[in-house]
Nanobody
Framework: QVQLVESGGGLVQAGGSLRLSCAAF????????MGWFRQAPGKEREFVAA????????YYGDSVKGRFTISRDNAKTTLYLQMNTLEPEDTAVYFC????????????????????????WGQGTQVTVSS
């Protein structure tokens, strides 16, 4: 069982930055592929960024490439999302997610970008970007 707790959301002006954190309560955090998703009011959940279990591979949604950076600290069992040059369109509830942590085989990018690949989800943290 994995518990995920996001923090770091808030209100920021367009062009500003925020860093989200996701504290993972898991025995073997380093075994899990991790991802960030977001959901704006009235919209479907959207893939933001993901990282494989080792941290060697990262994936980003087209709308955040070059602005957001995903990282993980396995010693602190924490996942991060550094968000720069924020835009009003980034306003959403941001969720972190972990997969089952049981399959370490190579996977294509489509695995990491699909929300169905993730088993554990946090409660979300609100990010609001004002224009």
């Amino acid at each position: 069982q994995v518990q995920l707790v996001e923090s770091g959301g808030g209100l920021v002006q367009a062009g500003g930055s925020l860093r989200l954190s996701c504290a993972a309560f898991a025995r073997t955090f380093s075994s899990y592929a991790m991802g960030w998703f977001r959901q704006a009011p009235g919209k479907e959940r959207e893939f933001v960024a993901a990282m494989n279990w080792s941290g060697a591979s990262t994936y980003y949604g087209d709308s955040v490439k070059g602005r957001f950076t995903i990282s993980r600290d396995n010693a602190k069992t924490t996942l991060y999302l550094q968000m720069n040059t924020l835009e009003p369109e980034d306003t959403a509830v941001y969720f972190c997610a972990a997969d089952s942590g049981r399959d370490w085989r190579y996977k294509s990018s489509s695995y990491y970008t699909a929300d169905s690949s993730y088993v554990y989800w946090g409660q979300g943290t609100q990010v609001t970007v004002s224009s």
